[in-house]
Each structure stands twice: as C-alpha cells, then as structure tokens.
C-alpha cells in the first residue's frame, strides 16, 4: 500500500473518445505529477502540480489535459489521443515545498494501462 | 540523449549472494539519487536514495554507492532473496534552478534472483 491510488488500472479507447485518469494521494503531500512510460522507454515526467498550481508541462500535447482541484487529487484528461500515446501512466506525489527547494522523495500509484485504438 | 543510463537490462543472481545493480549519469548537476523497485502491475516503490554529500548510503541488505567523479552509482543488496526479483530503476534530480522535483528516470535492470 504506498498510498496513492489510480483509477481505473486499465483502459481502452478510440481516438475520437474522452476519458479521464483519476490519482488520489492520502500521504498529505503537497505535490503531484503525472508521468508515462512507453515501451522500452524510461518513465518521463508529463506534468507537476505543486500547492495545485502547475508548475511544469514537460512539452506535453494539448490533447493531454491536466487538473488538480486540491492537494489530494491530480486528474489528467485525454482526447483525441492517437495509438502511440497508449503507455503506462503513472502519477506519483512528494512533500512539496513553498519555499527553497530541497530533496524530496516521490512515491508512485500502480499505474494505468492505457491502450488507444 | 538519456542522461541515465542502466547498461544491464537484466540481471539473475543466486539466493544468498550479492546483486550489484549499476547506473551511470552524465548530468553533472544531479545532487540527488534514488532507486525504486517495481513488481508486474505495480507501481515504483521508493528503495532507498543518496545525496551528493555522501558517497554511502545504507538500509538494511540495501546500500547505495555514489562515485561523483565517474558519475556513477550503484545498489548493493546483500544477502539476495527471491522477494528481490524485480525491476530496479535509478533515478536522479538536480536541486539547483528549482527542478529538484524533476525525476530523470534510467530504462531499469530486470533483477531475478533464484532460489
């Protein structure tokens, strides 16, 4: 249990659908981000909230849309993907800080499986 | 160009022994070093992490080794058990420009270890 759910664990869609990725933190952190991992490819940060502000778009595309309504919950919103986004997504939270940034460790959910058709 | 590199993608070791898993970085602003373990469906599980102050870090079976001047790091687990088996990624962060949170994540090294 590390504390941080995703839901749903898989999905499938179109490319004309909308869908939407939900992670729920309960670790009281203050920071979330959603990363990707292809195959055969490293996880890559897509996005970060910090104090639910967005802090960085990793030059993701439009059709990926991020929303973080508090602290606890990050929700990444997609349509009009194509077949090469269907990846593992994973969303992960830290502590978080408002002031100097220090080391922070990142605890991960166990991800989405999404498969575009 | 991937700035973390695993070179092994696999590695099988006998129950018991050592399993030396090894990352190589060629950032010379990260300060800030982790691996993660991830099991088949799971999520990455934070392992254990090191700063750029020291050149040793130890957990339990687990110990991390930092070596600045060759950018290189490795996870040392002793004695292996077959619980081990997984996928180990490293990853590291730099502190300075405010991007401490940025992960960059090496592609990981399949561990199996047998019984």
């Known amino acids: 249990e590390t504390g941080v759910t995703q839901t749903p664990r898989h999905l499938v869609m179109g490319m004309t659908n909308k869908k939407s990725l939900k992670c729920e933190q309960h670790l009281g952190h203050n920071a979330m981000y959603w990363y990707k991992q292809s195959a055969k490819k490293p996880l890559e940060l897509m996005f970060v909230y910090n104090f639910k502000e967005q802090t960085e778009n990793n030059s993701v595309p439009s059709r990926f849309s991020p929303e973080c309504p508090n602290s606890s919950h990050l929700f990444l919103h997609l349509h009009t993907l194509q077949p090469e986004d269907s990846a593992l997504y994973f969303c992960?939270?830290?502590?978080?800080?408002?002031?100097?940034?220090?080391?922070?460790?990142?605890?991960f959910g166990p991800g989405t499986r999404l498969l575009v058709l | 160009d991937q700035q973390v590199k695993q070179n092994s993608p696999s590695l099988s070791v006998q129950e018991g022994r050592i399993s030396i898993l090894n990352c190589d970085y060629t950032?010379?602003?990260?300060?800030?070093f982790l691996w993660y373990k991830k099991y088949p469906a799971e999520g990455p599980t934070f392992l254990i992490s090191?700063?750029?102050?020291?050149d040793k870090n130890e957990d339990g079976r687990f110990t991390v080794f930092l070596n600045k001047s060759a950018k290189h790091l490795s996870l040392h687990i002793v004695p292996s058990q077959p619980g081990d088996s997984a996928v180990y990624f490293c990853a590291a962060s730099a502190s300075s420009g405010g991007s401490n949170y940025k992960l960059t994540f090496g592609k990981g090294t399949l561990l199996t270890v047998n019984p």
């Open positions: 950032n010379s602003m990260f300060d800030y």
């Open positions: 090191i700063s750029s102050i020291k």
């Open positions: 992960a939270s830290s502590q978080g800080r408002l002031a100097v940034p220090q080391w922070e460790t990142q605890y």
